[in-house]
Every structure is written in C-alpha cells, then in structure tokens.
C-alpha cells in the first residue's frame, strides 16, 4: 500500500504544497495532480511500448530474411524499456530519493522538480544494463541523479 503510486503521488504533493506555502486548496491540486501523473505515466509508456514492439518484430524478421545465419539486433527508443516492471519501480523509488539528495548533497544548489517525473528516462538503460535487477538498477540510480544534480548545479551558476 504504501508503494501504491497513488499515495507516493499523495504524498509527494502534499510536501510539495507545503514546501511551496500553498493553502488547503493548492496542496488538494497538488495531491490530486501529482498521484495522476504517478498512475497514468507507466499506462502512456506501456502503450507506446505496445506500438513499438509490433514494429520491432517485424524490422527483425525482415532482416533477417536478408541476413540468414546471423543474429539481428534492432535498436528501440526507451520506450521499450521504460515499460519493464523494474524501471518503473525503480523509478518510483528515485522520486523521494531525488529529493532527498537535493537537500543533502553537498553544494547542491537545484530542486529537481522536473526530473522527478522523467527519474525513469535516467535509469532505463541500467534496467538492460543490469539484467532488470532491482537493487543494482537502484544503485546506479542514485550516482545517476547524484551526477545529474551536480551538473544541473553547475550549470544553474
């Protein structure tokens, strides 16, 4: 229950609202807004995904009618990968570690906002990478955010 995206995205909200000095009203939109975006994000990718692949498969049997006796790899966008269980959990995860890290890294100097939403474009390729491993994905995570916060920081001067 607790991992359900709908209270992370509650409870995201809620500090978010708070943190802002919003009033009831705000900190309800917020709420309501953010467990939205936390729901309906992984059904948009899972329907991407579902477009790609038909594709995908047909690109490999194209090829390798030309290639036989060869193995085809065929190149997919992040979309293919953003659908797979532990990007998304993972990604889930980022979100209250992000902010966590932007309060205690040490020259930070930039909220992540607008990377919290897109944690799992970060992470996608360390889903493959990993072999859809929960804790080493988390881990790259995290020195991914760590490194995308400092070079926000640096570039925000």
Not at 84 to 112: F, W
Request: some cysteine.
């Amino acid at each position: 229950m607790v991992g359900d995206p709908v209270i992370i995205g509650v409870v995201l909200g809620l500090i978010f609202g708070l943190a802002a000095g919003e009033g009831f009203k705000g900190c309800a939109s917020l709420m309501i807004t953010v467990a939205a975006i936390m729901v309906l994000f992984p059904r948009m990718i899972r329907l991407i995904v579902e477009g790609l692949m038909p594709i995908s498969d047909g690109a490999r049997k194209f090829f390798q009618k030309y290639f036989k006796g060869r193995e085809v790899y065929i190149g997919l966008d992040t979309a293919v990968t953003l659908g797979h269980p532990t990007t998304i959990a993972v990604g889930l995860l980022l979100i209250p570690i992000m902010l966590i890290l932007a309060s205690i890294l040490p020259g930070n100097k930039v909220l992540p906002l607008a990377d919290l939403p897109v944690a799992p474009f970060f992470i996608c390729m360390a889903t493959v990478i990993h072999r859809g491993d929960l804790v080493r994905t988390l881990i790259s995570g995290v020195i991914v955010m760590i490194t995308v916060l400092l070079i926000a920081t640096q570039f925000a001067g």
